[in-house]
């Protein structure tokens, strides 16, 4: 008789143990996939892909990437010249101090000099600074050679993005992971060693 309660035990045991781990899983299952990122939260973090073929010289486009403004603009050879005649008046040319891929550590801050994709977020509070391209306007100065401004404190950035000295923004605006897929598209938030 007792071979027949121990051997009742051992099923009774086995049984409750496996409705348990059973409750437990059918319990947990919802909890755990609720740490799933939603689809709306997936899309935000995809990258954005753009097509710069009908982007003309001097024009600017600007699109969303994980909720931040980033700004394409189709840089002018005016444009890029006047990059070096500023490089007295920044706080970081070299952009030592910036956030940004490594190849995008050259006084163009780009992969190619004639494309420019950098976020439109000044570094100081987070305004979203404005493109300023016009060169010497009235209300920045004779020495102005085109850049974006930042209307809420008055942070100057140049063509490439580098900060002014003496602005309250402390570094260069950002430079979000891009790649070219090939020579009318471009892709930002993925990164690749193609140049």
């Not at 990122?37 to 973090?45: D, N």
């Not at 444009?79 to 040319?93: A, K, R």
């Not at 897929?181 to 993925?190: A, E, H, S, T």
């Amino acid at each position: 008789m007792s071979d027949i309660n121990n051997e009742r035990r051992k099923f009774l045991a086995t049984a409750t143990t496996i409705s348990g781990i059973a409750g437990v899983t059918m319990f947990a299952a919802p909890f755990v996939a609720s740490f799933k990122p939603s689809v709306r939260a997936q899309a935000l973090g995809a990258p954005v892909e753009l097509d710069i073929s009908m982007l003309e010289l001097g024009a600017i486009v600007k699109v969303e990437w994980r909720g931040r403004a980033v700004m394409v603009v189709h840089r002018t050879m005016e444009m890029l010249d006047s990059l070096t005649e500023v490089e007295s008046f920044l706080s970081d040319p070299q952009s030592q101090a910036s956030i940004q891929p490594n190849y995008a550590t050259n006084e163009f801050r780009s992969i190619r000099p004639e494309i420019l994709v950098v976020e439109g977020i000044c570094t100081h509070l987070g305004c979203v600074p404005l493109p300023r391209f016009e060169v010497s306007p009235q209300d920045l100065g004779a020495d102005w050679q085109g850049g974006f401004y930042c209307p809420c404190h008055g942070s100057k950035f140049d063509l490439s993005g580098r900060v002014y000295s003496g602005v309250p923004a402390p570094t260069n605006l950002s430079i979000p992971p891009y790649a070219f897929l090939d020579n009318q598209r471009l892709i930002i938030g993925q990164e690749t060693s193609e140049a």
